[in-house]
């Protein structure tokens, strides 16, 4: 191992030819890492803002919120069911909205709920609203008035809350009767009758058997209760985008083994021979191989630190509408994916090193 | 008992259906601090008796001995460990680390060995100032002249206090002048250790460093090879 840390601090120049393209790959799997992060929170925080441990969802709604629907007699239906704790409607109405700060018209999102829970507190008072802090990076400010839907229905902002957008659009949580306003002023096509909610986010009694109450539940009204993880993939477009983005980024993780591997199998043929020197004067194939994947591993940690620097310096020059999320875990889900790709990659010329023949070293042999 | 002990050792080669003969029936001992020069023509068989009594080769049959051990008998790994210890090599082509200095270079086999790191600086820095490099420690092989990176060659072949030192070609690449005292510095290093050695040569004027020469023709060694000096 000293070897090798010496040829790479003797001979940095060696290894730039691997470094710098898995630095641009590094980058490449990070901001796209980033981007997925932004995405997923933003398409789906309007469901993790509650903190629920299950979303009933109408028969008929085929998983879809903006389908579905419950009225009072099926919230009081719920609340009966045992293990059940608590039981909080919710409705959400997709508008335009003319706010401060903007010249546009905006795409935006009010949301009427019941109860506090999650990130969510107690709802407002009729005509206020909580407003994701997203609105906050568009310029509008704690007493602003946003005119809502066609009706220009005015709500004013009254707090902040984080991370409860859905499908990307800033979101406004109101109490339910102002929800239930704003949508039949601006929605004639899809009135609500007072009472009625499209799911209902219902949170159980602490050590039930979360599923057993979800069975129950809709044993009893012939409903359709997701968990929030099920309700959060039902969003549409979520899980495309998940299994595309995630596609590229582990397509990436594999170029990172070819272009290591690559790049090692290189680097073997050229030393061979001083691998064989090293052969013929005790130095076993073990020792050899676990050089070559230091190497190849110190090779990943410093693009590792070359790209994420980077990939920092992007995110902080990007404009606020890229929805990335600059998160630790995502750094470090690459850092683990650049690692094991790099030792897979390395380990490809480990057959190689085998065969090298330390008779080589003094010419004979055939 | 003798440091080097060949019994009837053949070496047979296949290459395209044809069985190439590269040690026919060959008999040697060397004895503890004895050098003996192997002399013989290009494909005489030199280099493959140097490979099989450094463990780098194995006998298509026939029996090696080094310090009393069997070493036909070895693991792939035995034989490694076996390198590691007992043999120290000087190559024709001098094969030094091209990114360790001439002290590293030294320290390496001490390192393979085991050896603690500071009984392995103090011999490396005793073996660099006998063979006269002790201004040279930190230099590459890059920066060193070819007398320099042999001799550098040579300390690293004594670094591990070997029972056997093989010699291939050490002054080929050398000039008669420098080559002279390559041979001068081998026979003092290696008599000053008690260390045998086999020195692979086409060269006559080096034989004279020697203890003795035995000459290899087709794979066949002298009739007197097996009887020591």
């Known amino acids: 191992m000293r070897l090798a840390m010496r040829e790479l601090i003797r001979r940095p120049a060696r290894f730039v030819s691997a470094a710098g393209p898995l630095t641009l790959l590094v980058l490449l799997m990070l901001f796209l890492g980033w981007l997925l992060d932004g995405l997923f929170l933003g398409s789906t925080g309007a469901i993790r803002a509650h903190g629920a441990d299950g979303f009933v969802f109408s028969a008929d709604a085929r998983e879809s919120l903006l389908r579905s629907s419950v009225d009072e007699g099926d919230l009081n239906a719920i609340a009966a069911v045992d293990g059940v704790e608590s039981v909080s409607g919710i409705g959400v109405s997709l508008l335009g909205a003319e706010v401060p700060g903007e010249d546009d018209v905006a795409n935006v999102v009010v949301a009427g709920y019941q109860l506090a829970g999650g990130v969510l507190p107690e709802p407002p008072a009729p005509g206020t609203a909580w407003a994701d802090r997203q609105f906050n990076a568009l310029g509008a400010g704690i007493g602003d008035v946003v005119l809502v839907g066609p009706a220009a229905t005015p709500i004013e902002i009254v707090g902040w809350v984080d991370d409860t957008n859905y499908l990307l659009l800033n979101t406004l949580w109101v109490d339910p009767e102002t929800w239930r306003e704003i949508q039949n002023a601006n929605r004639p096509d899809a009135i609500v009758a007072p009472g009625e909610f499209q799911v209902a986010a219902v949170t159980t009694v602490d050590g039930i058997d979360e599923a057993a109450v979800r069975s129950a539940i809709d044993a009893t009204l012939g409903t359709e209760t997701l968990t929030e993880q099920e309700a959060v993939l039902a969003i549409p477009g979520v899980p495309e985008q998940n299994a595309t983005i995630g596609a590229v980024i582990y397509a990436t993780a594999v170029v990172v083994a070819l272009v290591v591997g690559l790049f090692f199998a290189l680097i073997t043929l050229e030393r061979t021979g001083i691998y064989a020197l090293l052969k013929a004067i005790g130095v076993h194939n073990r020792s050899l191989a676990v050089g070559l994947v230091t190497q190849a591993l110190l090779v990943a940690l410093v693009a590792f630190i070359a790209g994420g620097a980077f990939g920092l310096f992007l995110g902080s020059v990007m404009p606020a509408e890229v929805p990335l999320e600059l998160s630790v875990g995502r750094a470090v889900f690459v850092l683990i994916a650049v690692a094991v790709a790099a030792v897979a990659g390395s380990l490809a010329s480990l057959r190689r090193i085998v065969r090298i023949d330390p008779a080589s070293a003094i010419g004979a042999g055939v | ?229």
């Not at chain 2, 047979?12 to 050098?35: C, Q």
């Not at chain 2, 045998?196 to 460093?209: C, F, G, K, P």
């Open chain 2, 1 to 229: 008992m003798p440091a080097l002990e060949f019994h009837e050792v053949n070496k047979t080669y296949r290459t395209g259906g044809t069985d190439i003969v590269a040690l026919d029936h060959a008999n040697l001992t060397v004895d503890d601090d004895e050098i003996v020069a192997l002399l013989g023509p290009s494909g005489s068989g030199k280099t493959t008796l140097l490979s099989i009594a450094g463990g780098l080769l194995t006998p298509t049959n026939g029996a090696v001995h080094v310090g009393g051990n069997d070493i036909t008998s070895y693991s792939a790994k035995e034989l490694t460990q076996f390198r590691a210890r007992s043999v120290g090599f000087v190559f024709q082509t001098v094969n030094l680390v091209p990114f360790l200095t001439a002290r590293e270079n030294l320290l390496v086999v001490a390192r393979i060995t085991g050896l603690p790191s500071k009984t392995a600086a103090r011999r490396a820095d005793t073996l660099l100032k006998e063979l006269g490099l002790d201004h040279r420690a930190q230099n590459l092989p890059t920066q060193l002249s070819g007398g320099e990176r042999q001799r550098v060659a040579i300390g690293r072949a004594l670094m591990n206090e070997p029972e056997l030192v093989l010699f291939d070609e050490p002054t080929s690449a050398l000039d008669t002048s420098l080559g002279e005292q390559v041979m001068e510095l081998i026979r003092k290093e290696v008599k000053g250790r008690e260390t045998a050695s086999v020195i692979v040569t086409h060269d006559t004027r080096m034989t004279a460093h020697a203890d003795r020469t035995i000459h290899i023709v087709d794979g066949r060694l002298d009739a007197g090879a097996a009887q020591p000096a």
